[in-house]
């Protein structure tokens, strides 16, 4: 199994510990691509797919942890893109 898959599974599982540097690298296996939205952006950062949606997430601070809601909100988008 490789990174990829054990990204998917472990972002099934609702971890607490899902870190927003995890949600980018598997985005990034996803062809999503990083885009701040400018330089008054502060922590919201937009990843974007040219055949899907945009995905917006706020970068946590100064934790590294995504919050219980965007795991949700992530795991809701990506399933219905059909990217898992």
């Known amino acids: ?9 472990q972002l099934k599982s609702k971890p607490k510990d899902f870190t927003f540097n995890d949600a980018e690298t598997l985005l990034n296996y996803l062809d999503y691509v990083r885009s701040n939205k400018g330089k008054t952006s502060g922590s919201r950062v937009v ?17 590294k942890e995504l919050k219980a809601y965007q795991i949700k909100q992530l795991l809701e988008i990506l399933e219905q893109e059909g990217l898992i």
């Open 47 to 63: 990843f974007v797919n040219e055949n899907h949606g945009n995905i917006l997430l706020h970068k946590p601070h100064p934790r």
């Open 1 to 9: 199994m490789g990174q990829k898959e054990k990204l998917i599974q």
